[in-house]
Protein backbone atom coordinates (compact mmCIF):
# COMPACT_ATOMS: atom_id res chain seq x y z
CA UNK A 1 0.00 0.00 0.00
CA UNK A 2 0.91 3.11 -0.83
CA UNK A 3 2.10 6.47 1.59
CA UNK A 4 -0.54 8.23 2.30
CA UNK A 5 0.62 12.05 1.70
CA UNK A 6 -2.59 13.49 2.66
CA UNK A 7 -5.37 12.47 5.38
CA UNK A 8 -8.56 14.62 5.56
CA UNK A 9 -11.15 13.31 7.72
CA UNK A 10 -14.68 15.19 8.01
CA UNK A 11 -12.77 18.55 7.28
CA UNK A 12 -14.43 21.53 7.64
CA UNK A 13 -13.93 25.11 7.92
CA UNK A 14 -16.86 27.79 8.55
CA UNK A 15 -17.01 31.92 8.65
CA UNK A 16 -19.97 32.73 10.80
CA UNK A 17 -23.09 30.68 9.43
CA UNK A 18 -20.59 30.45 6.24
CA UNK A 19 -19.41 26.61 5.92
CA UNK A 20 -17.07 26.79 3.41
CA UNK A 21 -15.91 23.58 3.65
CA UNK A 22 -18.24 20.92 4.66
CA UNK A 23 -17.17 17.46 6.43
CA UNK A 24 -14.71 16.64 3.94
CA UNK A 25 -13.13 13.78 3.62
CA UNK A 26 -10.60 12.15 1.62
CA UNK A 27 -6.86 10.81 0.62
CA UNK A 28 -3.93 11.12 -1.37
CA UNK A 29 -0.99 8.66 -2.02
CA UNK A 30 2.94 9.15 -2.74
CA UNK A 31 3.08 10.15 -6.94
CA UNK A 32 -0.26 10.40 -7.03
CA UNK A 33 -1.55 13.26 -9.46
CA UNK A 34 -4.96 13.97 -7.67
CA UNK A 35 -7.29 17.12 -9.42
CA UNK A 36 -9.38 19.28 -7.29
CA UNK A 37 -12.48 21.09 -8.82
CA UNK A 38 -15.10 22.79 -8.65
CA UNK A 39 -17.03 26.09 -9.57
CA UNK A 40 -16.42 29.26 -8.25
CA UNK A 41 -17.55 29.30 -4.49
CA UNK A 42 -17.48 25.23 -4.39
CA UNK A 43 -14.59 25.55 -1.32
CA UNK A 44 -11.68 24.56 -3.01
CA UNK A 45 -9.63 27.26 -2.20
CA UNK A 46 -10.24 27.20 1.23
CA UNK A 47 -9.62 23.73 1.48
CA UNK A 48 -6.28 24.33 -0.54
CA UNK A 49 -5.22 27.05 2.32
CA UNK A 50 -5.89 24.73 4.64
CA UNK A 51 -3.85 22.38 3.40
CA UNK A 52 -0.63 24.59 2.95
CA UNK A 53 -1.20 25.02 6.39
CA UNK A 54 -2.18 29.15 5.62
CA UNK A 55 -5.42 28.22 7.72
CA UNK A 56 -7.00 26.66 10.55
CA UNK A 57 -9.62 24.11 10.21
CA UNK A 58 -12.96 25.03 11.97
CA UNK A 59 -13.22 20.48 12.81
CA UNK A 60 -12.17 17.37 11.18
CA UNK A 61 -8.63 16.47 11.27
CA UNK A 62 -6.40 16.57 8.31
CA UNK A 63 -2.42 15.31 7.80
CA UNK A 64 -0.29 16.90 5.06
CA UNK A 65 3.27 15.18 4.37
CA UNK A 66 2.99 13.55 7.99
CA UNK A 67 2.16 16.67 9.71
CA UNK A 68 -0.96 17.84 11.74
CA UNK A 69 -2.69 21.07 9.79
CA UNK A 70 -3.54 22.54 13.62
CA UNK A 71 -0.16 22.12 15.42
CA UNK A 72 2.46 21.41 12.72
CA UNK A 73 1.75 24.41 10.16
CA UNK A 74 5.64 25.53 9.56
CA UNK A 75 6.57 21.72 8.99
CA UNK A 76 4.05 21.15 6.34
CA UNK A 77 5.21 24.83 4.64
CA UNK A 78 8.88 23.46 4.71
CA UNK A 79 8.03 20.08 2.99
CA UNK A 80 5.30 21.02 0.26
CA UNK A 81 5.93 23.50 -3.32
CA UNK A 82 3.25 25.65 -4.29
CA UNK A 83 2.43 27.44 -7.94
CA UNK A 84 -0.37 29.86 -8.66
CA UNK A 85 -1.71 31.14 -11.57
CA UNK A 86 -2.22 34.43 -9.75
CA UNK A 87 1.41 34.93 -8.61
CA UNK A 88 4.51 32.55 -8.73
CA UNK A 89 7.50 34.26 -9.92
CA UNK A 90 8.99 38.30 -9.10
CA UNK A 91 8.69 39.65 -12.93
CA UNK A 92 11.22 42.55 -12.44
CA UNK A 93 13.81 39.70 -10.79
CA UNK A 94 16.01 38.02 -13.43
CA UNK A 95 15.39 33.86 -14.35
CA UNK A 96 18.38 33.78 -12.20
CA UNK A 97 17.93 35.76 -9.37
CA UNK A 98 14.33 33.89 -9.19
CA UNK A 99 16.13 30.67 -9.41
CA UNK A 100 18.35 31.10 -6.12
CA UNK A 101 15.29 33.33 -4.09
CA UNK A 102 13.57 30.75 -4.01
CA UNK A 103 16.00 28.33 -3.44
CA UNK A 104 16.98 30.54 -0.74
CA UNK A 105 13.66 30.50 1.05
CA UNK A 106 13.38 26.71 0.51
CA UNK A 107 16.59 26.37 2.31
CA UNK A 108 19.51 25.14 -0.29
CA UNK A 109 22.80 25.66 0.57
CA UNK A 110 24.70 27.61 -1.88
CA UNK A 111 26.22 24.43 -3.01
CA UNK A 112 23.06 22.77 -3.40
CA UNK A 113 21.61 25.91 -4.98
CA UNK A 114 24.22 26.71 -7.53
CA UNK A 115 23.96 22.75 -8.65
CA UNK A 116 20.13 23.03 -8.88
CA UNK A 117 20.64 26.35 -10.75
CA UNK A 118 22.79 24.82 -13.23
CA UNK A 119 20.75 21.45 -13.70
CA UNK A 120 17.46 23.57 -14.17
CA UNK A 121 18.77 26.22 -16.41
CA UNK A 122 19.89 23.63 -18.52
CA UNK A 123 16.61 21.47 -18.37
CA UNK A 124 14.56 24.36 -19.71
CA UNK A 125 16.89 25.15 -22.37
CA UNK A 126 17.63 29.00 -20.33
CA UNK A 127 21.14 28.73 -19.91
CA UNK A 128 21.92 32.11 -22.59
CA UNK A 129 18.69 33.43 -20.54
CA UNK A 130 19.95 33.87 -17.16
CA UNK A 131 20.15 37.66 -16.99
CA UNK A 132 16.79 38.22 -18.72
CA UNK A 133 13.87 39.84 -16.60
CA UNK A 134 11.41 37.24 -15.90
CA UNK A 135 8.75 39.59 -17.42
CA UNK A 136 10.35 39.33 -21.06
CA UNK A 137 9.80 35.27 -21.27
CA UNK A 138 6.60 34.19 -22.97
CA UNK A 139 4.28 33.38 -20.42
CA UNK A 140 4.50 29.30 -21.18
CA UNK A 141 8.20 29.82 -20.64
CA UNK A 142 7.18 31.46 -16.96
CA UNK A 143 4.99 28.93 -16.31
CA UNK A 144 7.55 26.21 -16.69
CA UNK A 145 10.26 27.83 -14.91
CA UNK A 146 7.47 28.65 -11.79
CA UNK A 147 7.00 24.90 -11.40
CA UNK A 148 10.88 24.17 -11.81
CA UNK A 149 11.58 26.60 -8.98
CA UNK A 150 8.31 25.53 -6.51
CA UNK A 151 9.63 22.20 -6.96
CA UNK A 152 13.85 22.83 -6.60
CA UNK A 153 13.86 21.85 -3.18
CA UNK A 154 12.23 18.29 -4.22
CA UNK A 155 8.84 19.13 -1.71
CA UNK A 156 6.87 15.56 -0.85
CA UNK A 157 3.93 17.51 -2.18
CA UNK A 158 3.44 20.11 -4.89
CA UNK A 159 -0.06 22.58 -4.96
CA UNK A 160 -0.70 23.77 -8.16
CA UNK A 161 -3.16 26.31 -8.62
CA UNK A 162 -4.77 26.52 -11.96
CA UNK A 163 -1.41 26.55 -13.15
CA UNK A 164 -1.95 26.47 -16.98
CA UNK A 165 -4.52 29.69 -17.31
CA UNK A 166 -4.18 31.79 -20.37
CA UNK A 167 -1.35 29.38 -21.88
CA UNK A 168 -2.31 27.14 -25.63
CA UNK A 169 -3.30 24.03 -25.40
CA UNK A 170 0.65 23.15 -27.17
CA UNK A 171 2.05 24.65 -24.23
CA UNK A 172 -0.49 23.30 -21.22
CA UNK A 173 0.17 19.74 -22.72
CA UNK A 174 4.10 20.12 -22.09
CA UNK A 175 3.33 21.53 -18.68
CA UNK A 176 1.61 18.67 -18.34
CA UNK A 177 4.99 16.29 -19.03
CA UNK A 178 6.84 18.16 -16.32
CA UNK A 179 3.75 17.04 -14.02
CA UNK A 180 4.25 13.67 -15.17
CA UNK A 181 7.90 13.81 -14.47
CA UNK A 182 7.88 15.02 -11.15
CA UNK A 183 5.14 12.39 -10.18
CA UNK A 184 7.23 9.31 -11.45
CA UNK A 185 9.76 10.95 -9.61
CA UNK A 186 7.91 10.74 -6.43
CA UNK A 187 6.67 13.93 -6.14
CA UNK A 188 2.91 14.03 -4.84
CA UNK A 189 1.17 16.84 -7.31
CA UNK A 190 -2.14 18.43 -5.86
CA UNK A 191 -3.69 20.76 -8.64
CA UNK A 192 -6.58 22.43 -9.33
CA UNK A 193 -7.65 23.02 -13.15
CA UNK A 194 -10.67 24.42 -14.90
CA UNK A 195 -9.94 22.57 -18.03
CA UNK A 196 -11.39 19.28 -18.68
CA UNK A 197 -9.27 18.09 -20.33
CA UNK A 198 -6.36 18.75 -17.92
CA UNK A 199 -8.76 16.31 -15.55
CA UNK A 200 -8.31 13.50 -17.54
CA UNK A 201 -4.52 13.23 -17.11
CA UNK A 202 -5.31 13.18 -13.33
CA UNK A 203 -4.92 9.63 -11.56
CA UNK A 204 -7.60 10.12 -9.63
CA UNK A 205 -9.87 13.37 -8.60
CA UNK A 206 -12.80 14.96 -6.80
CA UNK A 207 -15.67 16.95 -7.51
CA UNK A 208 -16.58 19.80 -4.61
CA UNK A 209 -20.31 21.19 -4.70
CA UNK A 210 -21.13 23.64 -2.24
CA UNK A 211 -18.31 22.91 0.18
CA UNK A 212 -18.92 19.06 0.06
CA UNK A 213 -17.14 16.61 -1.98
CA UNK A 214 -19.94 15.38 -4.64
CA UNK A 215 -17.96 12.76 -6.86
CA UNK A 216 -14.09 11.24 -6.13
CA UNK A 217 -12.54 8.51 -8.12
CA UNK A 218 -10.26 8.06 -11.53
CA UNK A 219 -11.83 9.89 -14.64
CA UNK A 220 -12.69 6.22 -15.78
CA UNK A 221 -14.55 5.47 -13.05
CA UNK A 222 -16.44 9.14 -12.81
CA UNK A 223 -17.88 8.94 -16.53
CA UNK A 224 -19.20 5.49 -16.17
CA UNK A 225 -20.78 6.51 -12.52
CA UNK A 226 -22.75 9.30 -14.65
CA UNK A 227 -22.79 7.50 -18.13
CA UNK A 228 -20.42 10.84 -19.53
CA UNK A 229 -18.22 10.77 -22.47
CA UNK A 230 -15.64 13.21 -21.12
CA UNK A 231 -14.83 15.00 -17.79
CA UNK A 232 -16.95 18.12 -19.02
CA UNK A 233 -20.44 16.28 -19.32
CA UNK A 234 -19.38 14.72 -15.82
CA UNK A 235 -18.41 18.31 -14.51
CA UNK A 236 -21.56 20.30 -15.57
CA UNK A 237 -23.77 17.30 -14.23
CA UNK A 238 -22.61 18.35 -10.34
CA UNK A 239 -21.71 21.85 -10.54
CA UNK A 240 -25.25 22.76 -12.38
CA UNK A 241 -26.74 21.70 -8.26
CA UNK A 242 -24.59 24.38 -6.78
CA UNK A 243 -26.31 27.17 -5.00
CA UNK A 244 -23.71 29.43 -4.18
CA UNK A 245 -21.36 31.64 -6.38
CA UNK A 246 -17.87 32.53 -4.42
CA UNK A 247 -15.34 30.92 -2.07
Known amino acids: MKEKIIIAENLSKQFGHFKAVDNISFD ?3 GEIFGFLGANGAGKTTAMRILCGLSYPSSGKARVAGFDVYHQQE ?5 IGYMSQKFSLYEDLTVLENIRFFGGIYGLGKKELKNKSDELLQT ?8 KLVRSLPLGWKQKLAFSVAIIHKPVIVFLDEPTGGVDPITRRQFWDMIYQASENGITVFVTTHYMDEASYCSRLSIMVDGQIRAIGSPAELMEQHHAENMDQVFFDLARTATRSAD
Open 28 to 30: VSK
Open 124 to 131: LHLSGETS
Open 75 to 79: QIKKN
